[in-house]
C-alpha cells in the first residue's frame, strides 16, 4: 500500500471532530470517491473521533489517502489513552452505550468501510483502523 | 466564530435551513436558537419545517439532535417535519441502523411545506 499523503490531527476539543471530519472528505474527493463512499468515510471519521474525544478521552487522527496501485482509498487510524473498550464484543455488535445513546457509532462505522480493526486494552487505550477504498471507475 | 443558523417565517410556519454542516459546537445554539422562535410565535399555529438538504453529513450525533429538536417542537405543540435529505445522507444512516424513527420527513421543501397544510 503506498500511502500519498498523511496527516496527524490532535483530538483534544469538542471543535477537533469537524476538522477531522473535514480532512477525511477533503482526502474522499481526492481519492475520487462518489457521494455514497464519501458520506461513508465521512460519518466513520465523525463517530470514531467522537468516541475517541468522549470516552478516550482524547487522542490522535491520522488520516491518510492510500493506493494499491489498483485502487485509491483513505485509510483512518483513532488513537487514544483512555479507558478502552469494556466489552468489545457488545460495542461492536451494536445498541450498546456506557453513554445516554443508541450505541451504534462503532458498529455502524464497521459498516460504513472496507477494512476494520480494532484493539483495545483496559486501562490502556484504543485504537480503531479502519479503510474505505473509491469503487473502480471507468 | 459560531455560525448562526438562520429562522424563517413562511406564511406563519417556521423554516429552518441548516446548510454545510451542523458542527458539534453550534448544534447547542441550534436547538436553542429553534425552540426560541417558537416560543416567541407564540398564538400562532404553524408547523416546523427543518430542511437538512445542504447538510452532507448527518452522523448519529447530529441525527439524534435532528430528532430531539423535533421532539422537542413537537412537544411544544408544533408540527414538526424534517426534510431534503440527501440520497447518500439516507442509505449512511441506514447502514448505520439509523432510522430516524418517530421523525416525520418529506423528500423536499415544497413537500414538507405541503405536510403542514400549507396550499400550493
Ligand atoms: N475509544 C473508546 N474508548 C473507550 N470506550 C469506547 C471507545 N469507543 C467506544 N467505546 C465504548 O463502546 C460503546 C459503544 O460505542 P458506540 O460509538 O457504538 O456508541 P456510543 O458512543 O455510546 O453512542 P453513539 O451511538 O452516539 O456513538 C461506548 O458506549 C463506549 O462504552
Ligand atoms: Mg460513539
Redesign the interface.
Known amino acids: 500500500m503506498t500511502v500519498l499523503v498523511s496527516e496527524r490531527l490532535t483530538i483534544a476539543v ?2 477537533d ?2 476538522v477531522v ?2 480532512r477525511a ?1 477533503e482526502l474522499a474527493q481526492a481519492a475520487h470517491f462518489d ?2 463512499a ?3 468515510i ?2 466513520a471519521a ?2 470514531l473521533s ?1 468516541n475517541a474525544l468522549v470516552h478516550g478521552g482524547g487522542g490522535y487522527a491520522v488520516v491518510e489517502h492510500v493506493s494499491d496501485g489498483l485502487r485509491e482509498g483513505l485509510r483512518l487510524v483513532f488513537v487514544d489513552e483512555g479507558p478502552g473498550i469494556l466489552d468489545i464484543d457488545r460495542a461492536l455488535r ?1 445498541g450498546y452505550s456506557t453513554g445516554r ?2 450505541g ?2 462503532l ?3 464497521r ?2 468501510v472496507d477494512e476494520f480493526h480494532v484493539e483495545t486494552s483496559l486501562g490502556k487505550g484504543t485504537r480503531v483502523e479502519v479503510v474505505k477504498w473509491a469503487r473502480f471507475r471507468r | 466564530m459560531t455560525p448562526t443558523i438562520p429562522i424563517l417565517r413562511v406564511r406563519g410556519h417556521l423554516l429552518v435551513s441548516v446548510q454545510g454542516e451542523l458542527g458539534d459546537d453550534v448544534v447547542e445554539q441550534f436547538q436553542n436558537d429553534v425552540l426560541s422562535a417558537i416560543e416567541r410565535d407564540r398564538g400562532r399555529d404553524g408547523g416546523l419545517l427543518v430542511d437538512i438538504s445542504g447538510l452532507e453529513v448527518v452522523d448519529t450525533y447530529v441525527a439524534r439532535v435532528l430528532a430531539d429538536t423535533a421532539a422537542m417542537a413537537r412537544l411544544m405543540g408544533r408540527h414538526t417535519v424534517v426534510c431534503g435529505m440527501r440520497p447518500e445522507v439516507a442509505a449512511t444512516l441506514v447502514q448505520m441502523g439509523y432510522m430516524l424513527d418517530g421523525v416525520e420527513t418529506a423528500l423536499d421543501v415544497d413537500d414538507g411545506l405541503d405536510r403542514l397544510g400549507l396550499p400550493r
Request: proline content about 4%; cysteine-free.
Open positions: 469538542e471543535g471532530v469537524p471530519r473535514r472528505r457521494a455514497f464519501s458520506a461513508a465521512t460519518t465523525s463517530e467522537r451494536g445513546s443508541l451504534l457509532g458498529s455502524g462505522s459498516r460504513l
